[in-house]
């Protein structure tokens, strides 16, 4: 368990670790786990709107548009999993013990939704925060960063960034994410 410097820390209300990452066609469609990986960050982005009209003493302020991000890193390189999170940017298949990709000249993205559970440990009870993030896709195609056989921490991470954008199927106010925390 961290250790923490300030004693009014309540850990009942941290997030403590990081997440399982998974993804699905649909709101309670079979999740595929996306392997092991690192959630770096994660996070609802917007862009205000200010209107006032010559005379009025306040302006008010909206949201034009908004976006949740995921930015993370797997670290298991298995081509069906990643084509999975490519969102249609390739795809793989399996023969005996081959396993293919192929990618170029796709012009659609197939939007999914990503399930980020992370799980702790309070007072010896586990509890739970759920992130349900709508209609993202990848941003980035493959990328793999390389690293020397004799590097310290020689592991190949695969980086990739989700954005999700509004799902207008859904009741305004629940369109971009949902979280659920266990107290």
Same mark, same amino acid.
């Given at each position: 368990m961290p250790l923490y410097q300030n004693t009014s820390v309540n850990t009942g209300a941290l997030v403590v670790g990081n997440y399982k990452i998974e993804m699905a066609a649909s709101v309670g469609a079979t999740y595929v786990n996306l392997g092991a990986g690192m959630i770096n960050k994660w996070g609802q982005n917007?862009?205000?709107?200010?209107? &006032? %009209?010559?005379?009025?003493?306040?302006? =008010?302020?909206?949201? @034009?548009?908004?976006?949740?991000?995921?930015?993370?890193? =797997?670290?298991?390189f298995d081509l069906s999993v990643l084509s999975v999170l490519s969102c249609g940017g390739f795809t793989s298949a399996s023969s005996g013990t081959v396993m293919t990709?192929?990618?170029?000249?796709? %012009?659609?993205l197939t939007p999914y939704v990503f399930r980020l559970t992370n799980k702790r440990m309070v007072s010896g009870a586990t509890k739970e925060t759920i992130i =349900? /993030?709508?209609?993202?896709?990848?941003? #980035?195609? =493959? &990328? /793999? #960063? %390389?690293? @020397?056989?004799?590097d310290s921490d020689p592991i190949n991470v695969i980086p990739f960034t989700i954005t999700a954008k509004l799902d207008t199927t859904r009741t305004a106010g629940s &369109?971009?994410?949902?979280?659920?925390?266990t107290i």
């Open positions: 917007i862009t205000k709107y200010a209107i &006032q %009209a010559g005379n009025a003493p306040d302006p =008010l302020e909206g949201i @034009s548009n908004e976006t949740f991000t995921i930015d993370g890193e =797997l670290i298991e990709a192929s990618g170029g000249g796709n %012009a659609t =349900l /993030v709508y209609n993202g896709t990848l941003d #980035t195609g =493959l &990328q /793999v #960063t %390389a690293k @020397s056989d004799n &369109q971009l994410f949902y979280i659920t925390k």
